[in-house]
């Protein structure tokens, strides 16, 4: 090969890198799942859905595309927009399973729109807007985390526990450790606010996490009533 075919095999290389590689690329998910009673015990409360009180579980917050170095995409796709006719068979399991807690009350397709576009768009390369969406359905019930922390003695009545106690809990029930993240309570008392549980880019298989976030909890936490 002559050098001008060497030059433009390498920048077809170098484009092969950097340029045609997706922008939606990532190295793993968070699961977000969040605890309703620490996200409404604040000093902004929440609003329930129309649909009336979630259920005393865990909710999704969402399914987030991550790199394992900390940092992540967002807004990947501006001409993605959300379309909910494309979820109408998920509709009455993403209301008991995603619901939304966020002031004023909605049907949850606000929620569920700001994190197809912030956090959807970027995986778009291994999954579409139903699988989406599916996925986390999926994982959620997967993870079953409220009958694993029961199982273990540990239940939303207002006591304290230990963060190792919670964290090892969640780890004999999926196999792996999970990210535990705190908020505070009116009365300062820091809460378990939400759980993270790393998820391989197929969107459907737990992995250990590359990085776990920072929780900002203390080594005893409540687990507020709801
Ligand atoms: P906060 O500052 O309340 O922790 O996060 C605000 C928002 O930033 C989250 O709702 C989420 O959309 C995004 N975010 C925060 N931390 C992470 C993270 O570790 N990974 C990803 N993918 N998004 C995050
Ligand atoms: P993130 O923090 O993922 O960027 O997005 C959270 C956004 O979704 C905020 O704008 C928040 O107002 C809205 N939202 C609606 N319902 C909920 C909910 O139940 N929990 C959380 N964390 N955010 C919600």
């Keep these: 090969m ?35 009673g620490a996200y409404c015990d604040t000093t902004r409360a929440c609003c329930y859905p129309t649909s009336g009180k979630p259920a005393a579980d865990f909710g999704i917050h969402g399914l987030w595309p991550n790199y394992k170095g900390g940092s992540w995409p967002s807004n990947c796709d501006p001409d993605s927009q959300f379309d909910r006719s494309q979820i109408s068979d998920l509709v009455s399991s993403l209301k008991k399973n995603w619901p939304t807690l966020s002031c004023p009350s909605n049907e949850g397709f606000k929620f569920w729109e700001h994190e197809w ?65 705190c908020n505070k309570d009116p009365e300062r008392n820091y809460q378990l606010h939400q759980i993270y549980i790393c998820v391989d880019t197929s969107g459907t298989e737990f992995i250990e996490c590359p990085v776990l976030p920072r929780g900002r909890c203390p080594s005893k936490l409540q687990f507020s009533k709801f």
Aim: proline fraction near 4%.
């Design 117 to 181: 576009e912030k956090h959807g768009t970027c995986s778009e390369s291994v999954m579409d807007q139903h699988e989406y969406f599916e996925n986390a359905l999926k994982l959620k019930g997967k993870a079953n985390l409220l009958q694993t922390l029961t199982n273990s003695g540990i239940n939303p009545d207002d006591g304290f526990y230990d963060l190792k106690e919670i964290t090892n809990a969640i780890e004999g029930g999926i196999g792996f450790t999970p990210g535990i993240e």
């Design 2 to 36: 002559g050098a001008k075919g060497w030059f433009v095999l390498k920048l077809l290389m170098f484009q092969g890198l950097f340029v045609s590689r997706p922008q939606e690329d990532f190295d793993f998910f968070y699961l977000v799942l969040q605890w309703p």
